[in-house]
């Protein structure tokens, strides 16, 4: 099957202070990824698609500065949350795009649950 | 983001029963998806449809890709406790552009 990792699964940390995440695809190469932004019970937001190789597209609303975005290959994409604040505080959760199903299909990370002080 | 019309926002059912949910969209998709989440947990791919029409099963998990190519439903049947969770659709247009649904909570009382 596709796998997608998160790393970490979740972080505390003080606001002022930058937060990376990590996105990885185990058993597949994904030159798309997206990043989503969830608040509880509500659905999954877009936040910005990641390509391999090239600059992130970010959805209407979203700081691109704010939200720093590196697919530096096609294994990984990183989420980077500069300055967080606690209004930053939320679930983060990646997809990849899977080549092998003709990138109709979209397979999730577990999420990273971040609090910012 | 635009998001589908998913239905019923939220159900209570009773163990051995079956359940129905299904999404609808304005404009016609290539891909329906159907996703199930737990709390604090990503989205899990339960069925993936890529041909309108197209009837797809996993266990007790039946979908269908509307003729239309606009819809897509998804059955369970003989609900378990463990069907617990937050079921959302996913569609792909004809532009590449992936859409999910607001979501339907399934409680299922032992």
């Known amino acids: 099957g596709a796998v997608v990792s998160q790393h970490p699964s979740r972080v505390i940390c003080k606001s002022g202070t930058s937060v990376k995440i990590e996105c990885r695809s185990l058993?597949?190469?994904?030159?798309?990824m997206f990043w989503y932004r969830q608040f509880p019970k509500q659905s999954l937001m877009l936040m910005a698609t990641?390509?391999?190789?090239?600059?992130?597209?970010?959805e209407q609303g979203v700081e691109k500065d704010k939200f720093l975005i590196n697919h530096a290959s096609l294994t990984l994409s990183t989420l980077t949350v500069t300055s967080a604040h606690p209004e930053d505080s939320s679930f983060y959760i990646c997809?990849?795009?899977?080549?092998?199903?003709?990138?109709?299909?979209?397979?999730f990370g577990p999420g990273t649950r971040l609090l910012v002080l | 983001g635009q998001q589908l019309n998913q239905s019923p926002q939220s159900m209570f059912i009773q163990e051995g029963e079956d359940v129905s949910m299904n999404c609808t969209s304005s404009?016609?998709?290539?891909?329906w998806l159907w996703y199930k989440q737990d709390p604090g947990e990503g989205p899990v791919l339960l069925i993936a449809?890529?041909?309108?029409?197209e009837l797809t099963s996993n266990g007790r998990l039946t979908a269908q890709f509307g003729i239309t190519r606009k819809d897509s439903f998804l059955n369970i049947s003989a609900s378990i406790p463990s069907d617990v969770g937050i079921y959302f659709c996913?569609?792909?247009?004809?532009?590449?552009?992936?859409?999910f649904g607001t979501g339907t909570s399934l409680t299922v009382i032992p």
């Open positions: 996913a569609g792909r247009n004809t532009g590449n552009q992936f859409y």
């Open positions: 058993d597949f190469q994904a030159t798309t």
């Open positions: 449809l890529y041909k309108a029409g």
């Open positions: 990641s390509n391999e190789g090239s600059k992130a597209t970010y």
């Open positions: 997809s990849a795009l899977n080549p092998r199903q003709g990138s109709e299909t979209q397979y």
């Open positions: 404009s016609i998709f290539n891909t």
